[in-house]
């Protein structure tokens, strides 16, 4: 890999954009520290902190800060061969955004290759093929770690914080056009939100989030059955009961039996 410019948390105005029609002629990978803008295939995105995109060759490259000082890493960068482009095309697909959840662990091996290539060390150029390789590696663990491995979207944090708040309301009767109202969202464009953000539908989830709570004090309280219903906002326990089971394969008393013998 052919390494043109690199830079470690650099940091410009609040007034600061990039704007490339025909790309920067070489491959871009940015890393944005800070809230930024991207215009992408002619629509605007909004990003928090902590997002990742690989820009193709000659594709249009148009970001900047929004409202605050703007803070990134980048690497301008060519192949120099057919293997190394395939590798990184496994990892990551070009021109698309994606919310990295640990990022220092990535942005340090920018800080590291940043490091290494203004050395003088007389193995830099060995060393920093390493450090490029160990780069990708942890992109692809960032990826993999996060459950939306999909690209970015501008509504996964309202959505993460809702999904929080069903596994914390497990007594409440949550209906998806109760919860596409509080992202002031149609509920047939909430349902396909969060199933692809998540990979389950938000009544599943609501279900999901009841019978966790209820395996919970199966095995760690004297609750009886109908009680834990009730603590799960079930109006009566034959419905909470069949539930549970066709989720987990066992009523709840065989449930609590089961870990408790295995105890």
């Known amino acids: ?52 995109i690989l820009f193709n060759k000659m594709s249009p490259q148009y970001y900047g ?35 990295i959840p640990t990022m220092e662990l990535v942005s340090r091996k920018v800080r590291d290759l940043s490091f290494e290539h ?14 490029v390789k160990l780069l990708f590696l942890k992109i692809e663990e960032q990826l993999k770690a996060n459950e939306l491995t999909t690209p970015y979207s501008p509504y996964y944090h309202d959505l993460l914080s809702l999904r929080s708040y069903i596994y914390n309301s497990v007594d409440k009767k949550h ?5 596409a109202s509080r992202l002031d969202l149609s509920p047939s464009h909430f349902h396909a939100l969060y199933k692809k953000t998540f990979g389950i539908s938000c009544i599943q989830d609501v279900i999901v989030s009841k019978v966790e709570f209820a395996k919970y004090h199966l095995t760690q309280t004297n609750y009886r059955i109908k009680e834990i219903a009730a603590l799960c906002g079930y109006e009566n326990d034959v419905h909470f009961m069949r539930q ?3 989720l987990t394969g066992y009523t709840p008393k065989e449930y609590r039996n089961r870990v408790s013998h295995k105890e």
């Open 1 to 52: 890999m052919k390494l043109h410019s690199i830079g470690y948390h650099y940091r410009e105005n609040s007034n600061f954009y990039i704007h490339r029609p025909h790309g920067s002629g070489d491959y871009l990978l940015l890393l944005t520290l800070t809230p930024s803008f991207f215009k992408i295939n002619g629509e605007t995105i909004l990003t928090k902190p902590n997002c990742l």
């Open 118 to 131: 203004l050395s003088a060390n007389s193995r830099k150029e060995d060393s920093m093929q390493l450090i």
């Open 244 to 246: 549970f089971k066709k």
């Open 175 to 179: 209906t998806t056009q109760e919860l």
């Open 65 to 99: 800060a929004v409202s605050q000082p703007f803070c990134n890493d980048f690497i301008h960068f060519d192949f120099e061969d057919e293997a190394e482009q395939s590798y990184v095309s496994s990892i990551i697909s070009y021109d698309t955004l994606y919310e």
